[in-house]
């Protein structure tokens, strides 16, 4: 009995891997009368376990936006509950939401705060294609490979990206992101913008797209960039592209916190809410 005791009492942590299609979604976060990806998963968790459940997810990704690799995680009171939520919350799931894999991690891991990078594609079109354009954006003009390879060097590094966030959802301390991975790849008929950072402010990807859509057909200069990230103004950047064609592909995170055997240092400093991704 005290086995059994021990076992309905062993708190864990589980993390949850998501794709999703964002057309049918207000965004991944809860929001009152509006229907959000965390919304259903709260409500198929919490029937689940029978108490109130939420998953916290790596990126609060908007209105219209998908995810190949979304991450969240959940905490269950016991290996039995972490069972119930592996078995059966992917066939409870609607069908727009599908569960890529549970497994338990340390309880130290936090979706969000845990996060070391995080990489979005955002899908171009240079070819009318009624399958592929309910997930890329359609761009009827040529456009400059050198000139948009150019500009987007431009981004590599740490800055502050106060010109392509939205107004009014700025930090009041630091905008900076350090971006690893800002590239174009080009097939015969479509073009792929993969970028990846350690934190991205909201309606980054999207503003970054918009203004290199502008320097590939000719309206800017690659060598704008510079002045455009130092001006710290979101009026000199351009428009804002759609979030349809928008992906959130992968969150990266520290090893040791995927070993649900790991515990902290005592004193180790917590997760830096810095690392929040709002894309």
Not at 78 to 83: D, K, L, M
Request: proline residues 6%; glycine residues 6%; positive net charge.
């Amino acid at each position: 009995m005290a086995a059994m005791h021990a076992e309905s009492a062993s708190p864990m942590r589980l993390r949850i891997d998501l794709a999703y299609l964002g057309g049918p979604f207000h965004g991944w976060q809860i929001q009152p009368d509006l229907r959000t990806v965390q919304g259903e998963m709260r409500r198929i968790c919490s029937r689940l376990l029978g108490r109130d459940a939420c998953p916290i997810g790596a990126g609060r990704t908007d209105a219209g936006v998908h995810a190949r690799g979304q991450v969240c995680h959940l905490d269950v009171a016991s290996p039995r509950e972490a069972e119930r939520v592996t078995r059966k919350l992917a066939a409870l799931l609607p069908r727009e939401i599908q569960v890529k894999g549970v497994l338990p991690v340390s309880p130290a891991f936090d979706a969000r705060l845990s996060a070391t990078s995080r990489l979005y594609s955002y899908h171009l079109l240079r070819r009318r294609d009624v399958f592929r354009e309910p997930y890329a954006l359609y761009l009827p003009w040529p456009l400059d490979r050198e000139a948009l390879a150019a500009a987007a060097a431009h981004f590599l590094g740490t800055y502050d990206f106060t010109s392509f966030c939205k107004r009014g959802s700025l930090k009041p301390d630091d905008n900076t992101c350090r971006v690893e991975l800002c590239r174009f790849h080009w097939e015969e008929d479509s073009t792929i913008f993969h970028v990846r950072a350690n934190r991205f402010l909201h309606h980054m990807v999207r503003n970054m797209v918009g203004t290199l859509v502008e320097v590939g057909r000719g309206r800017r200069s690659a060598a704008d960039m510079p002045a455009l990230l130092a001006a710290r103004d979101r009026t000199r950047a351009g428009r804002k592209a759609p979030a349809h064609a928008l992906f959130l592909e992968e969150v990266s995170y520290p090893e040791e916190l995927l070993d649900p055997a790991y515990r902290p240092a005592a004193g180790a400093p917590a997760g830096d809410e810095s690392r929040g991704d709002m894309s």
